[in-house]
């Protein structure tokens, strides 16, 4: 199943991806699972990949991992990209 993701950052987001040199995903595909909620805009950051999902009224950037039974699941969340950063 492949994923396609939005690549339209704000100036902030763009200046933060290139100061940490990100790698912005435009697309994915999934053999096995596909994500129980698929995000918006994704990228790697420092070898965590990161996606921008929403959730209680608001976008936030979530960590992606795998759980024990091999699906990917979005783990700790965080309102914006330097957040993020600091938090990692």
């Known amino acids: 199943m492949k994923f396609t993701f939005d690549t339209c950052y704000t100036p902030e987001e763009q200046a933060f991806i290139r100061r940490y040199n990100c ?3 435009d697309s994915v595909t999934l ?3 596909a994500f129980a909620e698929a995000p918006r ?3 790697v950051y ?3 990949t990161l996606g921008e999902i929403w959730d209680e009224g ?3 950037w979530a960590v992606l991992g ?3 039974r091999g699906e990917w699941d979005f ?3 965080y309102p914006n990209l330097p957040a ?3 938090g990692l």
């Open 23 to 25: 790698k912005v995903l």
């Open 31 to 33: 053999r096995r699972v």
């Open 41 to 43: 805009r994704m990228l």
């Open 46 to 48: 420092c070898g965590t």
């Open 58 to 60: 608001q976008w936030w």
């Open 66 to 68: 795998q759980n024990r």
């Open 75 to 77: 783990t700790v969340c």
């Open 84 to 86: 993020m950063a600091e």
